[in-house]
C-alpha cells in the first residue's frame, strides 16, 4: 500500500510535467481505473482523446485503442503502459482479405469495429464500436455492407436493420467463451438478478439479456435499473464502475471467465514508468493514419 501511495505521488508530478491526460478502459485494473482522468467504453475514449488539450495522451487499454488516440490527435505524443497489450480480435482480419472482399462485393461499404489495426480502418468507409453500431449503419447510403471483425456484434446489428451485412468470422476470445449454460445456472441460482451483457457475447447469449449495450450503456443501465442485483455478461474490469455508481446493489459475473488477459497486462506500475520514460510511444504511418482518419472522424460525427 505504501508502495502503491508513492507511486500515485509519483503520477501526479509526471502527469503535470508531461502536461498528460491519462484515459483509461473499463476493462482496465482497479489500480488503473482509480488514477484515471477519465474512464469509459471505446467510444467515449475516442472522443476524449480527439478533444484533449494536453500535450501526452496515456491510453489505459489495448493497442489498437491508443492507435485510435493517435489518428484522432496525430500532433500529440501517445503512449501506453505495455505495448504487449494487443486484442486477438482486431488480429483476426487483414487487409488481403478485406480486399478481396471488397473486389467481391463492389458496392458494399465497409464498416468497421473499431477493434481494429489502422491497417483496417484505412481500408474502411466508417467505423463504429458498440455504442453506435446501429446508428452507424443506418447512416451509411448504401444496402449491402462488409462488416469487421466481430461476427457476434455484426449478427447483434443485423438484428437491427434491413441492410445486407456481409459479416467475418472474427470473435473476442473473452465475451465468446460465455454460454447459454453459464448464463442459465446463474440465473436459476439468482433469479432475481437482471442479466445485462455486451454484444460480443454470442447470440444465443446476448439473447437472454434484460439488457444489451457497450460497458457505458451497461453500466448506466445499471445505475438507474430498480432492480437490485445484476448478472454481467461483459468483461470483469467493469465492476469498479459499476459498483462505485451503485455501492448497495450486488453485481455477479455471469462467468469466471470473463477477463481479458489482455487488458490485465496493464498496471499501475507499467503507468507510472510509461510516463517516466515516454515509452512505448504508438506510431502510426502518416500515410495510413491520413486514410483511417476519415473513418474514424466519420463516425464521431454520426454519433454526436
Ligand atoms: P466497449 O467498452 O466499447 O463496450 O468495448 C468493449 C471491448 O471489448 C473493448 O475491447
Ligand atoms: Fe479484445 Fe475482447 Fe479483450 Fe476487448 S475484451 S480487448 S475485444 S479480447
Redesign the pocket.
Known amino acids: 500500500a505504501e508502495r502503491d501511495a508513492e507511486l500515485k505521488e509519483r503520477l501526479l508530478q509526471l502527469k503535470k510535467e508531461r502536461n498528460a491526460i491519462i484515459l483509461a478502459?473499463?476493462?482496465q485494473r482497479d489500480e488503473i481505473q482509480e488514477v484515471a482522468d477519465f474512464r469509459g467504453?471505446?467510444?467515449l475514449l475516442a472522443q476524449k482523446a480527439a478533444q484533449t488539450e494536453a500535450d501526452t495522451i496515456v491510453f489505459c487499454g489495448?493497442h489498437f485503442m491508443g492507435e485510435s488516440a493517435k489518428i484522432l490527435a496525430p500532433n500529440k505524443t501517445v503512449i501506453i503502459p505495455d505495448e504487449r497489450a494487443g486484442?486477438p480480435m482486431a488480429d483476426m482480419v487483414n487487409v488481403d482479405g478485406l480486399r478481396r472482399l471488397k473486389e467481391k462485393h463492389p458496392n458494399a461499404k465497409v464498416v468497421t469495429y473499431i477493434?481494429s489495426s489502422a491497417e483496417i480502418k484505412a481500408e474502411t468507409d466508417i467505423c463504429c464500436?458498440?455504442?453506435n453500431a446501429v446508428k452507424v449503419i443506418q447512416s451509411v447510403d448504401s444496402d449491402e455492407i462488409i462488416w469487421v471483425p466481430d461476427k457476434n456484434l455484426g449478427h447483434y446489428v443485423q438484428q437491427h436493420t434491413d441492410k445486407k451485412m456481409i459479416i467475418w468470422e472474427g470473435y473476442?476470445n473473452t465475451?465468446d467463451m460465455l454460454t447459454v449454460k453459464d448464463v442459465m445456472e446463474m440465473k436459476a441460482k439468482y433469479p432475481q438478478s437482471e442479466f445485462v451483457v455486451?454484444p460480443?457475447c454470442r447470440p444465443d447469449v446476448v439473447a437472454l439479456g434484460d439488457f444489451v449495450g457497450?460497458?457505458?450503456a451497461i453500466i448506466k443501465y445499471c445505475k438507474e435499473s430498480p432492480c437490485q442485483e445484476f448478472i454481467v455478461g461483459t468483461?470483469d474490469g467493469t465492476g469498479y464502475q459499476l459498483r462505485k455508481d451503485s455501492p448497495d446493489k450486488t453485481f455477479r459475473f455471469a462467468s469466471k471467465y470473463l477477463v481479458c488477459p489482455n487488458m490485465k497486462v496493464n498496471n499501475l506500475k507499467k503507468l507510472v514508468n510509461c510516463l517516466e520514460q515516454m515509452k512505448p510511444q504508438i506510431y502510426v504511418p502518416p500515410v495510413v493514419a491520413d486514410q483511417a482518419r476519415v473513418s474514424l472522424e466519420r463516425m464521431l460525427q454520426v454519433s454526436s
Request: proline share 0%.
Open positions: 478502459h473499463y476493462y467504453d471505446s467510444f489495448v486484442c477493434n464500436t458498440s455504442a473476442c465475451h455486451h460480443e457497450s460497458t457505458t468483461e
